[in-house]
């Protein structure tokens, strides 16, 4: 079935029932694994090997083949990467290996981040962070690579007050109604201000990250700075998000 078409083989499987077509299917699409595995993670946590991930990510890749409507359309990259990303998360939720520790600091961070943009105004600098919390900067970026880890989060598993959203529970349906228009076109919005809100570096992580597809190692080439740095401020990024998004819990019923 080398030969045939995507279109061909979606047909073969959902109107056939092809179990050929679905394995081929299958195979054509498990690069998509491997590059959420690559880019969704930065350092792993002791005892996670990344063909872990892989082996999660496949779990995710074959549901996302076997519910996959291709009359809805959306594209199945689109849909299978959230599935895939879903996968692995779970996976190492399951493990359940992140310190309770850690999960503290994640939250007196997020505290910090908003309490002192509100005063100032502006968002705060990892400087007047790291003072308010009374450590140095370097231990608060050490704090941030603990937080990264942990959170392994990205824009589309942003947890919004005490719900848990991803890009698959906000894509349109096949016949979208008006009032589900409108709540899709709020939370873009939403997230679209939230980001505009950033310090200029997080900005500028978020969009090569999420819009350009750049590894963090290519975005520390980009911004002149190490692998690290650069996962660094994307921790940033999205503790500050959370601390944006947590407020307008309304938008995600």
């Not at 992140?98 to 939250?107: A, F, G, I, M, S």
Request: with cysteine; glycine share 6%.
């Amino acid at each position: 079935m080398g030969d045939l078409s995507n279109r061909t083989l979606w047909h073969q499987f959902k109107t056939c029932q092809s179990v050929k077509a679905r394995e081929t299917l299958i195979q054509r699409y498990a690069h998509l694994v491997s590059i959420t595995a690559g880019r969704l993670f930065g350092p792993l946590p002791g005892g996670i090997e990344r063909d872990d991930l892989i082996s999660a990510g496949i779990v995710g890749l074959i549901k996302a083949v076997d519910q996959f409507d291709p009359n809805r359309g959306i594209k199945f990259e689109t849909y299978a990467i959230t599935l895939v990303r879903g996968a692995i998360l779970e996976m190492l939720r399951s493990d359940d290996w992140v310190p309770r520790l850690v999960r503290d600091q994640q939250k007196q961070l997020k505290q910090t981040f908003m309490r002192l943009e509100t005063e100032f105004g502006r968002p705060a600098t990892e400087e007047e962070v790291a003072a308010e919390l009374g450590i140095t900067t370097e231990r608060l970026a050490k704090i941030l690579t603990s937080i990264g880890r942990a959170s392994l989060l990205s824009l589309d598993d942003l947890r919004i007050g005490s719900e848990q959203q991803r890009l698959s529970d906000v894509l349109p349906n096949e016949d979208p109604g008006p009032l589900e228009c409108v709540a899709l076109r709020e939370r873009r919005n939403a997230l679209a201000t939230a980001i505009d809100r950033l310090p200029d570096r997080e900005r500028t992580v978020v969009a090569l990250y999420y819009h350009e597809g750049l590894t963090f190692k290519e975005i520390g080439q980009v911004l002149t700075v190490s692998e690290s740095r650069a996962y660094q401020l994307h921790a940033q990024a999205v503790t500050r998000l959370r601390g944006y998004l947590d407020a307008l819990h309304e938008l995600f019923p």
